[in-house]
């Protein structure tokens, strides 16, 4: 029996010497005697309390204050004590932070985006700032300040993404697959969108959303634009210059139909005059009937091939189908129907170009002979109005 | 015309001093003027956003009454009224000319056709406005009236046709060639432009502005007319009908005040959302 008492005291007494010898010399405990209340502040009426159970639960818990404040060594301690070194254990966060656009240190502490230094939570724990349903609401802190936007020259992201079809997806049915944030800029190597590394600049962006969209992706890669893109022409339009990138709109919504139209138009500057001068663009500038086609009706949105494209929509072989997609009876002679037909151009549309004359020439005359007549016409009945009446001995006798 | 003689028989009496009046519109015509100018205003109301939807207004009036579906429907609508409305009077005229064989429709004095008088009382009118010769005498049909008449006709099959074409595109298409769908749009809108720039100033002018007529000519709303109008309008139509012995049976009652007061305030305001509309156009016209 004694010997084994003995054991055990010997072991439990390892035990103890093995789990102290690296500890710091300043245990929580000690330091909570102080910082638990609440109301404590420091010199210059900063609050240094600790709310000690959150502490304990929070993912640093286990570990002593020491171990992050390193400058402390005993008690009592100085006043000023040297800040935290996250990346003393973070060092793969700290790495990603250089060069990134919240590398400055001084501007951005980690506590900027984690929060309270002794409430940090693992990011899948609904109570940590960078938890996927509040990663918005801890950027929006800084990037839903119209001040602090235009101090820096960039646009005041959070409440157009909050109204995006992404911020509802995430704010009003709490998907964790929404896009947030940190799903298209990154974490901690966040770069600026004209460096050619960063997820969003122009020519990552298909790849970045393509990360959840796969397959709109493909098809886009697939089309005149995505293989333009591919090559390196980034005159092309890739996904955030139709959908924008924040504001981002459910596609078969009537106000995202009313503004994608000119969107193709500025660069399509041509296909885009003549679409205008048809019953398509007429009807559905006005708003209110979405139904009219637009550019992506016949060309398709994302796998825009050219019409010499067997595959392509408005192929000549796959006419019937796409116009009859509206117009039910659609037939071969229907389909000659020119929805980019230009009046105005006598070599390409004859037909159009001489009618547009005729009915101009028709309109011009008939107004000019009769504007003449009638004002010809006006002079005169005055003139003898006036006659008569001073014949009459009137008030302009 | 026959018709023109029924509202005289109730009218034969006379109040002593008081001044005559004379029929010139049945009631079916006035009736018909009303369905006219009505639906046309209504077409050139929800016609004119389309043609000119990239202006504010255009966009501010389709949502202003919901949205281009309601637009289009109101167009559609007022042009199926219009079409009915046309047809009745087709069918009148030939009626009236064909089975009937009622005289003086298609040829004379009392027709809307045009003849030799026409251009002669054009040509004398245009002399008389410089100041170069006397007014000439005018029939029952002055030659500008006959031409609004016909070109409400020519533009009633115009802009019907084309619209009908490209309502139903798809059944057009079976008998149309592919271009003649693009054709249609640019016929049906220049057209349209012309009726409208026709109607809301040349045709408003001439009938209605005019000094003689000043601010409106009653005479399509009431369908009467002094005996003084009468002569000075039409001093053709007063003689002939005085040399026939016929003046009697177009005596009528003054126009009631009811309906004179009633025909000004509709006349104004077809006028006032003319000239709107006019303005309008204009404005999109040289502003785009």
């Known amino acids: ?68 404040h390193t400058a402390i060594k005993d008690y009592p301690h100085p006043d000023k004590i040297t800040p935290v070194q996250c990346d003393t254990c973070h060092a793969d966060e700290a790495a990603g932070l250089v060069g990134s ?36 609401r801890t950027c929006g802190a800084c990037h839903g300040n119209a001040s602090m936007a235009k101090q820096h020259g960039l646009n005041n992201v959070y409440p157009l993404y909050l109204d995006s079809i992404h911020g509802f997806a995430l704010s009003k049915e709490g998907l964790l697959v929404a896009a947030n944030c940190q799903s298209c800029h990154g974490s901690h190597h966040i770069l600026s969108h004209k460096d050619p590394q960063s997820p969003t600049y122009k020519a990552n962006v298909p790849k970045t959303c393509g ?104 192929n000549k072989a796959n006419l019937i189908a796409t116009c009859g997609r509206c117009h039910a009876g659609a037939n071969r002679s229907f389909v000659q129907y020119q929805p980019h037909a230009n009046a105005r151009n006598r070599k390409l549309n004859p037909a159009l170009y001489f009618i547009r004359l005729f009915m101009n020439l028709l309109l011009g005359s008939v107004l000019t002979f009769f504007m003449i007549h009638t004002v010809l016409w006006l002079i005169r009945s005055h003139y003898i109005q006036i006659k008569t009446r001073s014949a009459n001995g009137g008030k302009n006798g | 015309m026959a018709d023109l003689e029924q509202p005289a028989q109730e009218s034969k009496e006379q109040n002593g001093a008081k001044e005559r009046y004379f029929v010139r519109f049945t009631r079916a015509q006035r009736y018909l003027h009303a369905v006219l100018f009505t639906t046309f205003l209504g077409l050139a109301a929800t016609g004119l956003p389309m043609r000119f939807s990239q202006s504010a207004w255009a966009r501010m009036f389709a949502s202003g009454v919901g949205g281009f579906g309601a637009i289009i429907f109101f167009h559609k609508f007022f042009a199926v009224v219009l079409t009915v409305a046309f047809l009745i009077h087709v069918k009148g005229v030939f009626q009236r000319g064909l089975v009937n064989r009622e005289k003086g429709i298609f040829w004379g004095p009392t027709s809307m056709v045009g003849n030799w008088k026409d251009v002669k009382d054009l040509l004398g009118h245009l002399r008389w406005m410089v100041g170069l010769g006397p007014k000439p005498q005018f029939e029952r049909y002055a030659y500008w009236e006959k031409f609004d008449y016909w070109a409400v006709f020519w533009g009633m099959i115009v802009i019907g046709f084309s619209g009908y074409a490209m309502w139903f595109a798809p059944f057009f298409a079976r008998f149309l060639p592919g271009w003649a769908l693009n054709a249609v749009l640019v016929i049906h809108s220049e057209e349209a432009l012309l009726a409208i720039l026709f109607i809301f100033s040349i045709h408003f002018v001439n009938t209605h502005l005019r000094p003689d007529s000043f601010p409106m000519d009653m005479v399509i709303f009431t369908g009467v007319e002094s005996e003084e109008e009468f002569k000075i309008k039409r001093p053709k139509e007063y003689q002939r009908l005085a040399a026939e012995g016929k003046l009697e049976n177009r005596i009528a009652h003054a126009p009631a005040l009811w309906l004179t007061n009633f025909s000004r305030a509709v006349g104004a305001i077809a006028i006032l959302i003319g000239l709107t509309l006019l303005v309008l156009t204009l404005s999109a016209y040289f502003g785009s």
């Not at chain 1, 209340?37 to 286990?62: E, L, N, R, T």
């Not at chain 1, 596609?251 to 041509?270: E, L, N, V, Y």
Request: hydrophobic share 35%.
């Open chain 1, 101 to 136: 656009v919240h590398a400055s240190r001084a501007e951005h502490p980690c506590t900027s985006c984690h929060g309270d230094a002794h409430a940090i939570f693992p990011k899948a724990d609904p109570r940590s700032a960078v938890y996927p349903l509040n990663v918005p």
């Open chain 1, 211 to 314: 990360n959840c969209h796969a397959g709109i992706a493909a098809e886009y890669m697939g089309g005149v634009h995505g293989k333009a893109i591919a090559a390196g022409e980034l005159d092309a339009p890739v996904c955030s210059d139709c959908h924008t990138a924040h504001a981002i709109e459910q596609p078969t919504a009537s106000a995202f139909r009313m503004q994608s139209t000119p969107i193709c138009g500025s660069c399509h500057k041509d296909k885009f005059s003549t679409y205008r001068d048809t019953f398509h663009s007429q009807l559905g500038s006005l708003g209110g009937y979405v139904e009219t086609a637009r550019c992506w009706d016949c060309h398709k949105a994302h796998e825009i091939l050219p019409a010499s494209d067997p595959r392509s929509p408005i």
């Open chain 1, 1 to 68: 029996m004694k010997s084994r008492s003995s054991i055990a005291l010997t072991w439990a007494a390892s035990a103890l010497l093995l789990l102290a010898a690296p500890r710091a010399v300043v245990a929580q405990t000690d330091c909570l005697a102080c910082h638990a209340d609440a109301s404590m502040q420091d010199a210059s009426g900063h609050s240094v309390a600790v709310d000690a159970p959150k502490f304990h639960s929070s993912i640093h818990g286990g570990l002593q204050c020491s171990d992050c």
